[in-house]
């Protein structure tokens, strides 16, 4: 296959990349235990950690099919859920961060060790892990797709290639260098939309004049919809996407562990709350871009359009950007630090999540202690297996419908929603014990099965937003009630 990109677009791409291997190795040395690995010494500043929060939620998905979204019938009212974003986030501020700094946890499921016992700390983490790699299986799948258009290698080669670089870096770096990472490919893919608003509209006939009277023709610009039933609506966005921010940001391993990387609870919380306003510049700036690329395409009368929405920024870069300017480089290299600055978190998480959840308190309970340079090297070795996981994943991610985003946020929803059940099952309740708040696991994952796959078919469909605070109800309220059948065993603490 012939490259779709030419020497000095490969020049940036490959510096771009090689960087974030160098600072994986630089970072090496300073990995002397499975804290400073996991947590990197709970030493590193608030603002690198706000730059790694919003670097890890931003995947691929969001470069690619956040315009989709703008492109499409949605618009900019996509950015109502990044309004509920905000709300979510402090919620998890005031209620939800003190719970991890009290003691020194490493994972956010100990929590619910502490509250209901191990079983249902283990439910959690199982959860998380599965959800986690599932999904950013599907954001590696999206990266190595553009790759692939781009460069021309075969879908499997490009997923190695995004996969393997993740990997060595966090192999060998740690959390230092996924939140340093992060903090440079949240630049790169911010430089890359910003060079795109103004690529784009260079390319509509009319420029600017042209493209606020397509948006005012066709209400591209609406932000507010107080329409229940519509797909983004402003009581989905801000109620919806604050039960799954609650549940993202406040129960997931991914983001718990960089609060616990902070100098104090004050630092996290800091971070965590200005990460919020920076998640929605940033979708306003991707919306923007799919509104842009609407404009131009309504003019372009092209045969070969792509099928699918977001497809449509990728197919604007190959056949419209300048080419070997550095600029389908940078848009390269934006594209796979979004889909690294994920992937690598995960798989970090994934490997913290095993290591604290699993292996560290079976091995206590078995009085069979892994010596520490044994411990670091078995972490190492998850983080290496989890991301050949998601490289498979990815691979194969080809034969899913629907648009990746929207795929990503079920799985979030679900893993979201559940997780949140059982902590609100543990702060907000004292008679919920270990069984009952298993029963209301189990009960609101069933029910979000039915929504899913059953509802649909009498014409009732939950739309995205509202998955996480369906599951989060669901859960807290089949586990309250099978309370009153199975209280609370003796040993369980309370979580206040």
């Given at each position: 296959m012939s490259s779709a990109i030419g020497s000095v677009d490969l020049i940036v791409l490959v510096v771009a990349v090689g960087s974030s291997i160098a600072l994986g190795l630089y970072l090496s040395g300073r990995n002397t235990s499975v804290e400073a690995y996991l947590l990197g010494d709970r030493s590193l500043p608030w603002w690198a950690i706000l730059g790694s929060i919003v670097a890890t939620e931003t995947s691929t998905a969001t470069v690619l099919?956040?315009?989709?979204?703008?492109?499409?019938?949605?618009?900019?009212?996509?950015?109502?859920?990044?309004?509920?974003?905000?709300?979510?986030?402090?919620?998890?501020?005031?209620?939800?961060?003190?719970?991890?700094f009290r003691g020194t946890?490493?994972?956010?499921?100990?929590?619910?060790?502490?509250?209901?016992?191990?079983?249902?700390?283990?439910?959690?983490?199982?959860i998380f892990l599965v959800a986690r790699n599932l999904g950013?299986?599907?954001?590696?799948?999206?990266?190595?797709?553009?790759?692939?258009?781009?460069?021309?290698?075969?879908?499997?080669?490009?997923?190695?290639?995004?996969?393997?670089?993740?990997?060595?870096?966090?192999?060998?770096?740690?959390?230092?260098?996924?939140?340093?990472?992060?903090?440079?490919?949240?630049?790169?893919?911010?430089?890359?939309?910003?060079?795109?608003?103004?690529?784009?509209?260079?390319?509509?006939?009319?420029?600017?004049?042209?493209?606020?009277?397509?948006?005012?023709?066709?209400?591209?610009?609406?932000?507010?919809?107080?329409?229940?039933?519509?797909?983004?609506?402003?009581?989905?966005?801000?109620?919806?996407?604050?039960?799954?921010?609650?549940?993202?940001?406040?129960?997931?391993?991914?983001?718990?562990q960089r609060y616990l990387s902070a100098r104090s609870?004050?630092?996290?919380?800091?971070?965590?709350?200005?990460?919020?306003?920076?998640?929605?510049?940033?979708?306003?700036?991707?919306?923007?871009?799919?509104?842009?690329l609407a404009a131009y395409y309504s003019q372009a009368n092209l045969a070969d359009m792509p099928e699918k929405a977001d497809q449509v920024f990728a197919h604007f870069i190959i056949h419209v950007f300048?080419?070997?300017?550095?600029?389908?480089?940078?848009?390269?290299?934006?594209?796979?630090?979004?889909?690294?600055?994920?992937?690598?978190?995960?798989?970090?998480?994934?490997?913290?999540?095993?290591?604290n959840d699993f292996i560290i308190p079976i091995r206590q309970r078995a009085q069979r202690e892994l010596r520490p340079d044994a411990l670091l090297a078995l972490t190492r070795y998850l983080a290496v297996g989890f991301g050949l996981l998601q490289i498979l994943i990815g691979m194969s991610a080809q034969n899913?419908?629907?648009?990746?985003?929207?795929?990503?946020?079920?799985?979030?929803?679900?893993?979201?929603?559940?997780?949140?059940?059982?902590?609100?099952?543990?702060?907000?309740?004292?008679?919920?014990?270990?069984?009952?708040?298993?029963?209301?696991?189990?009960?609101?994952?069933?029910l979000l099965m039915l929504a899913q796959f059953v509802a649909p078919r009498f014409d009732w469909v939950i739309s995205v937003p509202w998955l996480a605070l369906t599951g989060a109800v669901s859960t807290f309220c089949i586990g309250y009630l099978a309370s009153w059948i199975v209280p609370a065993e003796p040993q369980t603490q309370e979580t206040r």
């Open positions: 099919s956040v315009p989709g979204e703008g492109y499409g019938p949605t618009g900019m009212r996509f950015l109502q859920m990044a309004m509920g974003y905000i709300c979510g986030r402090w919620i998890v501020v005031q209620w939800l961060l003190p719970l991890y946890l490493s994972s956010a499921y100990q929590v619910l060790g502490i509250r209901f016992g191990e079983q249902t700390k283990r439910t959690a983490s199982l950013d299986g599907l954001r590696l799948y999206l990266a190595a797709s553009v790759l692939q258009i781009l460069v021309g290698w075969p879908l499997p080669l490009s997923a190695l290639v995004v996969g393997v670089v993740t990997i060595v870096y966090t192999y060998f770096g740690g959390m230092r260098s996924v939140v340093w990472n992060d903090c440079i490919q949240f630049v790169i893919y911010m430089l890359g939309g910003v060079a795109s608003i103004f690529v784009i509209v260079a390319n509509i006939p009319g420029g600017w004049s042209a493209l606020w009277e397509f948006c005012e023709a066709n209400n591209k610009l609406q932000v507010l919809d107080f329409d229940w039933n519509a797909k983004y609506s402003f009581w989905g966005g801000v109620f919806g996407g604050a039960f799954l921010t609650i549940g993202t940001h406040g129960t997931d391993q991914m983001m718990v609870q004050r630092d996290a919380g800091r971070a965590l709350l200005a990460s919020g306003f920076v998640v929605l510049a940033q979708f306003a700036l991707f919306l923007f871009i799919g509104v842009e300048p080419k070997n300017t550095g600029l389908v480089g940078l848009m390269l290299a934006a594209i796979m630090a979004a889909a690294m600055s994920t992937l690598s978190s995960s798989l970090n998480s994934s490997a913290s999540a095993v290591i899913f419908g629907d648009t990746v985003v929207s795929n990503a946020l079920k799985i979030a929803g679900f893993s979201a929603g559940l997780i949140l059940g059982l902590f609100a099952l543990g702060v907000l309740t004292r008679r919920v014990g270990q069984l009952a708040s298993l029963v209301g696991c189990a009960g609101g994952f069933v």
